[in-house]
């Protein structure tokens, strides 16, 4: 997920905020949808249907869930049962293990596609898991990495397990065509300039006609008021932590004042205890000083 502090005008696609909002639209998300993918997997893309930051829960609490950007669901032409689903996903944020990450996130997604009792594995959809980002995941320079997995023996065969990883740098300078740089260019950077081509253009017109809708401009205010609290709920908590491991230097620290500390929502006054906790001989010297900060 990627937090901004730019206005609705100067959102790129690649901000969670804008990417959600296109492909949940009505009335361009599937074609937003169909054109950017059709670009990115350089084939035609058909029927599908979307569901934008969809929110898989744990199996068992205490466990972690997940939340998709976007996951779009391909079905062939006579049937209602998708054949390809890919999970798109933009990521500005570095310090993610992104295999890892993805390991996960495709086992929760793999795991709602059979019901209890169902045995044919084969009905499984082809899972694509998109990840786009502003930086180079592998450092070796490529727009594009795709990732199978393959048999170490026989590199011939074809471990057909329908699934695929692929890694979309929008700097990259190798691999890919034109067409694939151009898409990428303008998701990193969405202004009138880097719409260069038929798709791209086509890109900016939904990007735009999305842009103007009242209903998101209400929504994104919402949203950047979300953000600053969840910002600040942050900073308070690595505040309280970083005192609570200040005081461990001289011993156990009383639950009672770990409850004080918790129930403290004032930001200024947890920026002068992390201080004073700095500076403190003692957990006993720290609690005798820090009433006297208001």
């Not at 899972?127 to 490529?142: A, C, H, K, Q, S």
């Not at 409850?259 to 005798?288: C, P």
Request: aromatic share 10%; with cysteine.
């Amino acid at each position: 997920m990627s937090y901004t502090n730019k206005t609705l005008e100067q959102l790129n696609v690649m901000d969670d905020f804008l990417m959600n909002a296109v492909t949940a639209n009505p009335d361009v998300g599937a074609l937003f949808c169909r054109t950017v993918l059709s670009v990115l997997l350089q084939r035609k893309i058909e029927k599908i249907r979307i569901v934008s930051q969809r929110a898989i829960p744990a199996m068992i609490p205490g466990l972690r869930g997940i939340r998709m950007d976007v996951e779009i669901e391909e079905f062939g032409e006579e049937t209602d049962v998708p054949v390809n689903v890919y999970d798109l996903e933009p990521h500005l944020q570095k310090g993610i293990h992104l295999p890892r990450h993805n390991r996960f996130y495709q086992a929760k997604i793999d795991g709602r596609s059979m019901k209890s009792g169902e045995t044919d594995f084969s009905k499984i959809p082809n899972l694509y898991v998109l990840t786009i980002t502003n930086y180079d995941p592998f450092g070796y320079d490529y727009m594009m990495y795709r990732i199978r997995n393959r048999c170490e023996e026989v590199p011939e065969l074809w471990y057909d397990d329908g699934l695929e990883f692929i890694y979309f740098y929008t700097g990259g300078q190798k691999g890919g065509n034109e067409s694939i740089k151009a898409m990428l260019n303008y998701l990193e950077n969405s202004v009138e300039e880097n719409a260069v081509d038929d798709a791209t253009k086509e890109v900016h017109r939904f990007v735009g006609q999305v842009k103007v809708l009242p209903e998101v401009r209400m929504e994104y205010m919402t949203f950047e008021d979300y953000i600053y609290y969840e910002r600040l709920e942050a900073a308070e908590d690595a505040h309280i932590d970083c005192i609570i491991d200040l005081l461990s230097e001289y011993g156990n620290v009383p639950e009672e004042l770990k409850e004080q500390l918790s129930e403290t929502n004032d930001i200024k006054k947890l920026k002068a205890w992390h201080k004073l906790a700095a500076k403190a001989n003692s957990i006993e010297d720290f609690m005798s000083k820090m009433e006297t900060i208001l």
